[in-house]
């Protein structure tokens, strides 16, 4: 009789660390899914704050027309090849953006982008360190377009534009 239980102890111990090993594992995941949405969050939440400076900026300039107006160097155009410096932007996150403007990727390939750096945000009372090291923005005034430096992986795909985080889920 003692022999039969020795058995059915020892299966019961290795089901009881399968589902164990599982829990672990979900969890796990969850938990790596939860630290990537935050992630994503505060890269937008500095977006938008830039976004709010960029709009009054652009209001400003809208009246006086002084370049002196506009923040950051620049400006820098989107190259044929959807390159702005260091970063390539996808086809589909191009046509994002140009959807959400409702322009042609065309138009979006003209637009003026100028260069915000941790000093520049500074001076307009937003946090340095929004940026970590050779991290910018790129603004667009006009239509109020961010693009972040450093591309932001969500759902196996890169993204560096606000409107494409914005749209990550759709």
Do not use: C
């Given at each position: 009789?003692?022999?039969?239980?020795?058995g059915?102890?020892?299966?019961?111990?290795?089901?009881?660390?399968?589902?164990?090993?599982?829990?672990?594992?979900v969890?796990?995941?969850?938990?790596?899914?939860?630290?990537?949405?935050?992630?994503?969050?505060?890269?937008?939440?500095?977006m938008?704050?830039?976004?709010?400076?960029?709009?009054v900026i652009?209001?400003?300039?809208?009246?006086?027309?002084?370049?002196?107006?506009?923040?950051?160097?620049g400006?820098?155009?989107?190259?044929?090849?959807?390159?702005?410096?260091?970063?390539?932007?996808?086809?589909?996150?191009?046509?994002?953006?140009?959807?959400?403007?409702?322009?042609?990727?065309?138009?979006?390939?003209?637009?003026?982008?100028?260069?915000w750096?941790?000093?520049?945000?500074?001076?307009?009372?937003?946090?340095?360190?929004?940026?970590?090291?050779?991290?910018?923005?790129?603004?667009?005034?006009?239509?109020?377009?961010?693009?972040?430096?450093?591309?932001?992986?969500?759902?196996?795909?890169?993204?560096?534009?606000?409107?494409?985080?914005?749209?990550?889920?759709?």
């Amino acid at each position: 009789m003692l022999k039969n239980n020795k058995g059915i102890t020892t299966f019961s111990l290795i089901v009881v660390i399968a589902i164990l090993l599982i829990l672990a594992g979900v969890s796990l995941n969850s938990g790596f899914s939860v630290v990537d949405d935050m992630r994503v969050g505060r890269i937008m939440t500095n977006m938008n704050l830039v976004q709010a400076k960029i709009q009054v900026i652009q209001e400003s300039y809208s009246f006086t027309q002084d370049t002196d107006t506009l923040i950051g160097a620049g400006p820098y155009k989107i190259s044929a090849s959807n390159q702005l410096e260091n970063m390539t932007l996808s086809e589909k996150e191009m046509q994002m953006i140009a959807e959400n403007a409702e322009v042609s990727i065309a138009d979006v390939l003209n637009w003026d982008w100028y260069k915000w750096s941790g000093d520049d945000l500074e001076r307009q009372n937003l946090a340095k360190d929004m940026l970590g090291n050779n991290e910018f923005f790129y603004v667009n005034y006009e239509h109020a377009e961010i693009l972040y430096s450093h591309k932001t992986s969500k759902n196996n795909s890169d993204y560096y534009s606000m409107t494409g985080l914005k749209n990550i889920n759709k």
